[in-house]
């Protein structure tokens, strides 16, 4: 069964392409006007905007298709904004300043624009809906002090406005924070579509330790007043954005952090996201998006991302993969998503996810759950690898996978799924995966170590069984690192005879592997016999007595289609004393 409306990304405003109908029982997709009310007004807004009705550039500015080549910008003009009367003090319209700077800028060829300290405040006009910066310009802040705030007018609320435009090559922003304040708007009741970016087809943007914050309040949204970080503006058909960097920067109190509307047809080539944050959005973070276009060559490393706000059913990912070729997603962490975290659909391929940690994702509570999961794969994407992460499922309340790939609601299954060297924390309603009509799949080395599994039950010697330690006879954690033969294990369950660990497995492993023997804490003391047995009473494995002094076992059996396993330790038949026994790296394959 695949998820109802999951074939697209069309539980955002963004709908990654036509709705199929769904094949198998289960939930309908609901009408659309009845999921998202804001989706007609959002959409008309924005497809004004991509079909060019924007304001004309700003004086100076050059078209990015006739911009010539940008020059290196330490030898260009390097201009102060108060050298052209801003005020920054919050309450002066500083928009005319930068007119005239970016105007001075661009007959110069280029240069930096210096942002002093203070609040900048930019309100939009009929005639200036937007700045739109010149070629080879740098827009330069004090860091943590230089705030340019974007409030708009309440003229022709169905159009976009936007605090920058960017239409030109060679622009970077750098130590600035970019906020909207639709506190005037929602007084007056005004109804928009704003964002604090809009990007054109141009190449070479980067922005450097910036904060993009949009203040979006559940009460605006719900109001029409809708707030995004980063708008991809088509071009036209065959229209190219390229080389695009953000850089330790903190994206926040969004929409969308930064989309392309599914309409686009406008390329996108190289795309870097490093060392950021993302906290407190209302739907995606990052959408790549891409149906009727190309997007190749995104990478997003070492990043924060946490606490989305969608509320309803819809879109609320970290990261979203629309046709996106040649992607490497890698060291970044994911916490508190109602949904998926990452979600990669509609032909995407040559997609890397790689170490990164998941926790207290898709937290949504709903009645049809057979989809729910951190990385979720659909509609004919492929050649997908899934490596070295870590899936913590220990906080979800219902049944949840860590990885999902189906065909979704089109016919074309995901294929090419290699997943390897992953580690989960299953809690008490996790799995690692679930493959509905998919069959290309390579599993290899995806571990659950009992330490992180739920016990159905334990009984030990003395104290608890203790996870990740040997057993320190008293508490949970007064053991030390497990010890077998001068090798040290992080990971297994360190107890004292007699002791019995029960497991459940439900028919979702192949094998348990472990290493066993008497802690060396011990030193040549300690008598005991580990055995494993599973629901029937079949003894899968049993030791023999094993001393202190006796060599490291290897315990590896077969466990396909078992539902529990008991894991025992005795004392040999001699009484308990010294007879700590190590399961060292104790998991199942």
Known sequence: ???????????????CSPLIPHRSRGLREPPMKNRHPLRLSLMCAWTLLAAGCSPDLAPGAEDADSATPGTTTAALLELDLRTKGAACNGTTNDLPAFISAFKSLASAGGGTLLVPAGNCLVKTTTTNEMLTIPA?????????????????????????RALFNIANRDITLQDLELVRNQAPELARETKRTSALIILRPSSNFTMRRVVLDGQQTEEQLA?????????????GEGALHRNIRMEQCTVRNLVYGLFQASNTYTNVSGIVVNQSTFEGNFKDDLEFNAPKADMAD????????????????????????????????????FDNYRYEPIHIEDRSSKVLVEGNTFTRSYTAVHADTTWRSHIFIINNSHDVTVRGNHFDMSANTQPIQAIYASPGGSIY????????????????HGQRFLFSEVKDVVLNDNPVYVSDMPWLSQTNG????????????????????????????????????????????????????????????????????FSVIDEQ?????????????????????????????????????????????????????
């Not at 995104?298 to 070729?325: H, K, P």
């Not at 299954?413 to 008490?428: A, C, M």
């Not at 023999?544 to 002094?549: F, N």
């Open 462 to 529: 003395v104290g608890p069984a203790e996870r990740d330690r040997s057993n320190g006879d008293r508490g949970a954690t007064d053991g030390h690192t497990l010890s077998l033969a001068g090798v040290k294990y992080a990971k297994g369950v360190g107890v004292h005879a007699a002791s019995e660990i029960v497991i459940h497995l439900g028919g979702q492993y192949s094998r348990f592997k472990s290493h066993i023997g008497v802690d060396d804490s011990m030193g040549s003391a300690g008598t005991v016999v």
């Open 537 to 589: 009473g079949n003894v899968l494995f049993q030791s023999g007595t094993l001393k202190g002094t006796s060599a490291t076992q290897v315990v590896d059996v077969d466990v396909v289609d078992k539902q529990q396993l008991r894991l025992l330790v005795g004392n040999a038949g001699d009484g308990g004393t010294c007879d700590h026994g190590d399961w060292a790296g104790a998991r199942l394959d």
């Open 136 to 160: 080879n310009v740098t827009v330069r802040g004090v860091a943590g002090a230089s705030r340019i705030t974007l409030e708009a007018d309440s003229d022709r609320p169905e159009r976009v």
């Open 223 to 235: 109001k029409e007043l809708v707030a995004h970080g980063v708008m991809f503006a088509s071009g």
């Open 413 to 428: 299954p995901p294929y090419g799924l290699r997943i390897e060297q992953n580690t989960f924390v299953l809690g008490t």
């Open 298 to 333: 995104v990478e997003v490393s070492d990043s924060t991302f946490r606490d989305n706000r969608r509320v309803g059913y819809g879109a609320g990912f970290g990261i979203g993969l629309a046709n996106v070729q040649g992607a490497v997603i890698r060291g970044n962490s």
């Open 1 to 15: 069964m695949h998820p109802p409306g999951r074939t697209t990304k069309s539980r955002g405003s963004t709908s």
